[in-house]
């Protein structure tokens, strides 16, 4: 892996690296991003932590309350969707966080999630804020800022290391915070305390 050049990106992949007691963001392989999420609950641990509605919102799977039955389930295999995808190389789109090629679309994969647990497909799924932290939505801010004319692309990879933002923030004066710095080691020891001490609570 590499820095995304992303705040978000760069706080869930310290935050992975944390967990899979790596030096460096380099160091973190396809493999690893598989061990920690089978070894990690990052499920469990986002359902519980108010950060995670703060950096994704209500309207995600597994804060969305239309899906009361199988909500965790839902969030599960997205993840574990995204996870598979990063293997997958395509030249179709440019992440527009990272600037990668990949072939991933959304579409591939919401209607088989929600199908699975019996909800409704739809025509058409965009990326938003339930997928990744302060982007804009087709229904709201592109009546206001005439840029935002589609949906956001993103890859799985920047879509699957923002679910490890809420394990590696804290709150100063009731703000959320995710650290940035030029120095990756500065970055990651930080990144590695809040992660370490939130995970023990």
Not at 15 to 31: F, H, N, P, R, Y
Not at 161 to 182: D, F, H, Q, R
Request: glycine content about 6%.
């Amino acid at each position: 892996m590499r820095r995304s050049g992303n705040p978000f990106v760069d706080t869930g992949l310290c935050v992975i690296a944390a967990l899979g007691d790596k030096s460096s963001i380099e160091e973190i392989t396809i493999e690893d991003l598989k061990e920690i999420f089978n070894k990690y609950d990052i499920v469990s641990a986002n359902d519980m932590v108010k950060s995670f509605t703060m950096v994704l919102t209500n309207n995600t799977v597994l804060g969305q309350a239309a899906y009361k039955t199988h909500r965790k389930e839902m969030y599960k295999d997205l993840l574990e969707a995204f996870l598979r995808s990063i293997e997958e190389k395509g030249e179709k789109y440019t992440c527009e966080i990272c600037g990668q090629s990949h072939g991933f679309d959304i579409n591939d994969i919401w209607n088989d999630v929600v199908t699975k647990y019996g909800y409704k497909p739809k025509d058409s799924k965009v990326l938003g804020r339930d997928f990744f932290p302060l982007v804009g939505s087709l229904g709201n801010d592109a009546q206001a800022l005439p840029a935002a004319s589609r949906a956001v692309n993103i890859c799985p990879l920047c879509l699957f290391a923002v679910n490890y933002i809420p394990l590696g923030t804290m709150l100063i004066k009731g703000k959320l915070i995710c650290i940035e710095s030029t120095s990756e080691m500065l970055m990651l020891e930080l990144i590695k305390d809040i992660a370490h001490e939130n995970k023990l609570r």
